[in-house]
Nanobody, 125 residues
């Protein structure tokens, strides 16, 4: 099994920054897994935010966060990060980390096999 634990969420003012971390563990976890971040605001469907290939050399982010959010990973620590800058109230959501048993990025939640419990991000205006 694979366990994913997110951290770094919290309350921040508009224009501020946060860095989310996702630590992966488990007997079957492999650094060959692509990783992604998704978010879900109340009353909305879960949406893709960002993803990184197994090496981290290929990344993709949603248009809604392009230029503000950056995904990266440190395979020596089995950790993936989401740096979020210039936050606005529309970014308020629960952010989920996910792992995909493929090396390439995926942008749909259906492509991911393991999920964390989520971390709340609240941006005040």
């Amino acid at each position: 099994q694979v366990q994913l634990v997110e951290s770094g969420g919290g309350l921040v003012q508009a224009g501020g920054s946060l860095r989310l971390s996702c630590a992966a563990s488990g007997r079957t976890f492999s650094s060959n897994y692509a990783m992604g971040w998704f978010r879900q605001a109340p009353g909305t469907e879960r949406e893709f935010v960002a993803a990184a290939s197994y090496s981290g050399r290929t990344t993709t982010v949603a248009d809604s966060v392009k230029g503000r959010f950056t995904i990266s990973r440190d395979n020596t620590k089995n950790t993936v990060y989401l740096q979020m800058n210039s936050l606005n109230p529309e970014d308020t959501a629960v952010y989920y980390c996910a792992a995909r048993t493929r090396v390439s990025v995926g942008t749909s939640g259906r492509e991911y096999d393991y999920w964390g419990q989520g971390t709340q991000v609240t941006v005040s205006s």
